[in-house]
C-alpha cells in the first residue's frame, strides 16, 4: 500500500499526469481569461484606487451601521485571508517553481497576482453583498452567493464539499508537510512529533472559533510578513550588483528564445501560474469565506482589501522568497527543492542562522495558513449543516488528523493532492464569479459615485440593486 502512494507509485503518476491536463489546456487560460476581463471591466480597479485599500486597512467596525454583537474588523478579515494565503506557497512552493520552471516562473507568477488582484476583488465584494449572520460574526463565501445569487443549491453544496476538502483537509496536510521537513532539516525533530505538536496547537485555536482565529492571525501575520521582508532587504542589499542580471535572467526564462526552443517557457508559464495561485489563491474562492466575515459599511471595501492581499502576498513575499533563491544562485542544483532549496539559498547568503530563520518562518507561515483553512472550511461546513456534532468531528480531522497525515506523506504527493483538489475548486468558482460579476460591477460604480459625491465613508443599501434585496439581509434599506 505504501508502495503504491509513493512518489514513484501509479496513485502519484496518474495524480500528475491529470494535473498537467488541467493546468495547461484548462485552467491557465480561464484564470488569465478571467483576470483581465475583471481587470478592463472594473476599469483597472486594482491599480485605480489603491489608494483606498490602504485606508480601508484602517476601518473599524463601527464605522459600519451594523453594530450588533461581536465584530471582525476588515484588518482582521485581512489577516485571516492572508494567513491562508501567506504559507508554504510562498517558500516552498516558489522554491518549486523555479526548480522546474526555472527563474522566468517567476515572472508568470507575477503577471498573475497583477490581473488575479482584479478577480480576487470579485469574488470578495460577492461575498460581502450575500453573506448573512452566524454564531460570532457574518459568514458567506462562493457557497453563499452561489445558493442566493446563482439560485443553485447542487453547485453551492458541491462547493462547500470541495473546499471542506482542499483547505479544511488536504490543504493542512501540505503546511504540516513542509513544517515537519524543515525543522526535521534544521533541528533533527522527527516529523510525527513535530506533527504532533501541531496538531495540539492547531485545535486549541480552532476550538476557540472565529474570534480567536482572527485574533492570532492579526497578531503572527504581520509579525512573519515584516520579519521575512526585512530579511530579503538585507538579502538583496548583498548582492546589489547582481540585482539586473537577476531581472534580466527572469524575463529572459519568461519570453526568451532559447528557453521557447527548448519548451523551458510553457514550463514556467504553468509552474508560475500554478504556484502563483496556489500561494494567493485569486479565483480559487478561499479568500471570500474571510472577506464576508468583516463588519463593514459597503461590500467592495472588502473587495479593495483582499485585493490589496493579492499584491501583499505575491509581489511582496514570494518575491523576497525568489529574490534569495536567484541571488544564491543554487536554483538550479540538482537535488534541491522545495523548503529545502530556500533554505539552502538563505544558508549560503546569511550562513548557518539561515536554515534556522526559514525553519521558524515556514513554522509561523505555515501555521497560520493552518488556522485560515480551517476556517475556510469551518465556514463551508456550516453552509452544509448545523450539526454540532458534525463541527466536532470536521475540528478534529482538520486540525488534528489531516495534520499528522501531512508528517507522514511525501512531498511529491501531497502536492499533487492538492493541485487537483485546486483544479477542481477553481474551476467551479470561476464559473459562478463569470456568471455574478455584474453584480460587482454595480456595487463598485456606486461605491465610485459616492466617493466622487464627496462621501468618504461610502454606505450600501438593498434599495442599490433592488432584486436582490431578499437574499442580502444583512445590508440596512
Known amino acids: 500500500m505504501r508502495q503504491f502512494f509513493s512518489t514513484d507509485g501509479p496513485f502519484n503518476l496518474v495524480l500528475g499526469i ?30 485605480r484606487l489603491l489608494g483606498d485599500m490602504f485606508r480601508m486597512l484602517k476601518e473599524s467596525p463601527r464605522s459600519a451601521r451594523d453594530t450588533k454583537g461581536k465584530h471582525v474588523s476588515s484588518f482582521q478579515a485581512f489577516c485571516v485571508s492572508l494567513a491562508s494565503r501567506v504559507g508554504t506557497g510562498n517558500l516552498a512552493g516558489v522554491a518549486t517553481a523555479i526548480a522546474v520552471g526555472g527563474p522566468g516562473s517567476v515572472f508568470w507568477m507575477w503577471l498573475i497576482a497583477l490581473i488575479g488582484a482584479a478577480t480576487s476583488f470579485v469574488e470578495s465584494t460577492l461575498a460581502q453583498l450575500f453573506k448573512q449572520r452566524g454564531g460570532e460574526s457574518f459568514v458567506g463565501g462562493p457557497a453563499y452567493y ?60 480552532v476550538f476557540g472559533g472565529i474570534q480567536r482565529i482572527a485574533h492570532v492571525s492579526s497578531v503572527v501575520v504581520p509579525l512573519m510578513a515584516v520579519g521575512y521582508l526585512l530579511l530579503a532587504i538585507v538579502v538583496v542589499v548583498m548582492n546589489w550588483r547582481l540585482v539586473p542580471d537577476m531581472l534580466r535572467l527572469i524575463v529572459e526564462n519568461a519570453f526568451g528564445v532559447n528557453q521557447a526552443i527548448g519548451g523551458t517557457v510553457g514550463a514556467a508559464m504553468m509552474n508560475g501560474v500554478k504556484r502563483g495561485l496556489f500561494s494567493n489563491e485569486a479565483g480559487e474562492g478561499s479568500a471570500p469565506n474571510a472577506a464576508a466575515t468583516a463588519t463593514t459599511s459597503h461590500p467592495v471595501k472588502q473587495g479593495l482589501i483582499q485585493s490589496l492581499g493579492v499584491f501583499t502576498d505575491t509581489l511582496v513575499v514570494c518575491s523576497c522568497t525568489a529574490f534569495i533563491i536567484l541571488l544564491s544562485g543554487l536554483y538550479n542544483t540538482p537535488g534541491l527543492n522545495g523548503i529545502n532549496l530556500t533554505q539552502a539559498a538563505l544558508q549560503h547568503e546569511v550562513g548557518s542562522v539561515g536554515p534556522v530563520f526559514v525553519a521558524v518562518a515556514i513554522f509561523l507561515f505555515a501555521f497560520s495558513s493552518i488556522i485560515g483553512n480551517y476556517y475556510y472550511g469551518e465556514a463551508n461546513v456550516l453552509y452544509l449543516t448545523r450539526n454540532r456534532t458534525v463541527m466536532t468531528v470536521y475540528r478534529l480531522l482538520s486540525g488534528g488528523a489531516f495534520v499528522l497525515m501531512g508528517a507522514a506523506l511525501t512531498l511529491d504527493v501531497v502536492w499533487n493532492i492538492i493541485d487537483l483538489c485546486m483544479a477542481l475548486l477553481t474551476a467551479c468558482n ?26 468618504s465613508d461610502p454606505q450600501y443599501h438593498r434599495s442599490t440593486i433592488p432584486e436582490l434585496r431578499d437574499v442580502t439581509e444583512c445590508w440596512p434599506e
Open 146 to 205: 452561489i445558493r442566493k445569487g446563482l439560485g443553485s443549491r447542487w453547485m453551492a453544496a458541491l462547493f462547500a464539499v470541495l473546499i471542506t476538502l482542499t483547505f479544511g483537509l488536504a490543504n493542512n496536510s501540505v503546511q504540516t508537510n513542509t513544517i515537519c521537513g524543515a525543522i526535521e532539516h534544521t533541528f533533527g525533530v522527527q516529523p510525527m512529533v513535530m506533527g504532533t505538536v501541531i496538531a495540539l496547537l492547531t485545535l486549541v485555536i
Open 430 to 455: 470561476l464559473t459562478a464569479i463569470v456568471l455574478l460579476g455584474k453584480y460587482t460591477f454595480r456595487l463598485l460604480d456606486d461605491y465610485c459615485r459616492q466617493r466622487r459625491s464627496g462621501i
Open 18 to 47: 491529470v494535473n498537467d491536463a488541467l493546468w495547461t489546456y484548462v485552467l491557465m487560460g480561464a484564470l488569465i481569461v478571467c483576470g483581465l476581463w475583471f481587470t478592463l471591466r472594473t476599469g483597472f480597479v486594482q491599480f
